[in-house]
């Protein structure tokens, strides 16, 4: 069953401490997303990904970092420097740049202890 | 992208057609209009799109006037399932792989027992 697959589904973080946050996809989609959002706001792009090891910053990259290594797989990491990380976040692919749907997977909401 | 313009929130009783409006006056002729939902503490999910024409498929129908001035989401036998946040977006097809979504405030649908 193809789709993309986000864990864990709820993460807490410690003050000063990162965390990870997985992203598998087993769609084939070249391009990935990361999206943030807040309770009752809409989304904000973090980072995104048009191909393997090549990615770029969205609106509001600063404090999270991510890597591309494999066409499948597009971790985040929410590094100490986000000193407001609580939120859903939400990674994304599509097939390619142009013309293509974005397909979401089901989320991961990280909350700070 | 084009500004779209929905209720705020619409009711609809189990087992009936949903019909969602979306106004989109100052789209463009090379803009598509695309649907999305989100039910409560999950990912947007996509549901249909269309540039002119009527487009069906398994999960709802997409009607878009002659003028492309408006549109309306139908599903055609809502279940409770089908409560959520609707939302109308109008961009250029190249724009949907390759820029941020942004999701205005959307319709939120309540589906009645």
């Known amino acids: 069953d193809g789709g993309i697959t986000q864990s864990p589904k709820y993460l807490f973080r410690k003050e000063g401490q990162n965390v990870t946050l997985s992203c598998e996809q087993n769609?084939?989609?070249?391009?990935m997303y990361w999206y943030r959002q807040d309770p009752g706001q809409g989304l904000r792009l973090i980072y995104y990904?048009?191909?393997?090891?090549?990615?770029q910053k969205g609106d509001i990259a600063e404090g999270y970092s991510v890597s591309r290594e494999k066409k499948e797989s597009f971790p985040l990491t929410v590094t100490s420097a986000q000193k407001n990380p609580t939120a859903f976040y939400l990674c994304a692919s599509s097939i390619g740049a142009l013309k293509n749907i974005q397909y979401f997977g089901a989320g991961t909401r990280l909350s700070v202890l | 992208d084009a500004k779209t313009t929905q209720p705020t929130s619409m009711d609809c009783a189990e087992g009936r057609a949903a019909n969602l409006p979306c106004n989109h006056s100052?789209?463009?002729?090379?803009?598509?209009v695309y649907w999305y939902r989100q039910i409560h503490s999950q990912g947007p999910q996509y549901i249909i799109h269309?540039?002119?024409n009527n487009e069906t498929n398994e999960m709802a129908s997409l009607i878009i006037t002659e003028d492309r001035k408006s549109s309306t989401l139908i599903l055609p036998h809502a279940t409770l399932r089908d409560t959520a946040v609707y939302y109308c977006?109008?961009?250029?097809?190249?724009?949907?792989?390759?820029?941020?979504?942004?999701f205005g405030s959307g319709t939120r649908l309540q589906v009645q027992p």
């Open positions: 769609l084939n989609h070249d391009a």
């Open positions: 977006i109008v961009r250029v097809a190249r724009d949907m792989g390759r820029r941020a979504l942004t």
């Open positions: 990904s048009q191909i393997v090891n090549d990615f």
């Open positions: 269309g540039l002119k």
């Open positions: 100052t789209i463009s002729g090379n803009e598509y």
